[in-house]
């Protein structure tokens, strides 16, 4: 994998990035004057960012991996030691699709109905793999999702759902914890 260098990642434009930030020189950044990055974040192979004009924010010891879509027009943040699985994608906002109004960005504004809000993604969640996240989903610290899930309420902390839409499968372990202030 070829990774943008630290004098390659100061002219992309970004808001602000911190120490060990790879990113894949295949990933795609949209608006990325309004994203900031921290220390030791890894974006991955044909991954989009897509933000808006609410903050985009990756905190530090973060992972998205290949084929991650987050489009976050309306506000992202993603906290220290998460990590998003292959091919997940995450919506902060979204068309009314009840059939009372017309979908799509071509479509005249004042014919279409969008909802979304801000997605905050906290401490130690892991997403798995094919899971897509829709406007007004929340993760409590340490949410573990299972792959090919859907996700579009909250999730509470230091549990594990799986499915679609998302059940709650168990509680999560915290020993992680423990290995968190041996990485610190």
Do not use: D, Q
């Given at each position: 994998m070829s990774f943008y260098s630290v004098?390659?990642?100061?002219?992309l434009g970004l808001k602000k990035f911190g120490n060990n930030v790879l990113i894949?020189?295949?990933?795609?950044?949209?608006n990325p004057g309004n994203i900031t990055i921290g220390d030791n974040v890894r974006i991955d192979d044909f991954s989009i960012l897509s933000s808006g004009s609410e903050p985009f924010i990756l905190e530090d010891n973060i992972h998205i991996s290949a084929g991650v879509y987050i489009y976050g027009q309306n506000g992202f943040h993603?906290?220290?030691f998460s990590?998003?699985?292959?091919?997940?994608?995450?919506f902060t906002q979204s068309d009314?699709?009840?059939g009372d109004f017309l979908i799509g960005p071509m479509a005249p504004i004042e014919y279409r109905c969008i909802y979304g809000s801000s997605l905050v993604i906290e401490k130690h969640v892991i997403i798995g793999a094919g899971s897509i996240v829709l406007p007004g989903a929340k993760f409590?610290?340490?949410?573990a999702i299972g792959a090919n899930s859907l996700v579009k309420e909250e999730c509470m902390e230091w549990s594990i759902y799986a499915g679609s839409p998302v059940k709650f499968?168990?509680?999560r372990s915290k020993k992680l914890?423990?290995?968190e202030k041996k990485v610190l």
């Open positions: 004098i390659e990642l100061a002219s894949s020189r295949y990933a795609r950044l949209n993603m906290k220290s990590n998003i699985s292959p091919g997940s994608k995450i009314t699709f009840n409590g610290e340490g949410v499968i168990k509680e914890l423990e290995l």
